[in-house]
């Protein structure tokens, strides 16, 4: 079950990959993903991180892998 400090861990992680306008409203995606990635890993064992990179890019994970160090 989602609890409310998972609502504002969420919410934390998002502001913090926000720039651009006093708004914030431009997200860095990939940084916001792989932030993401490491609260919900930290929070379940059984989470599968490139499951989720496939689910939010819609790439297959080795070419995120690929693009991601370039």
Known sequence: MVTKRDFE????IIKSNSK???NGSILVKKHLVQDLIDYFSEENNAFDPDRFMVACSGQNVSYLRLVDHE
């Open 20 to 22: 651009g306008n006093t």
């Open 9 to 12: 861990r969420i919410a934390d």
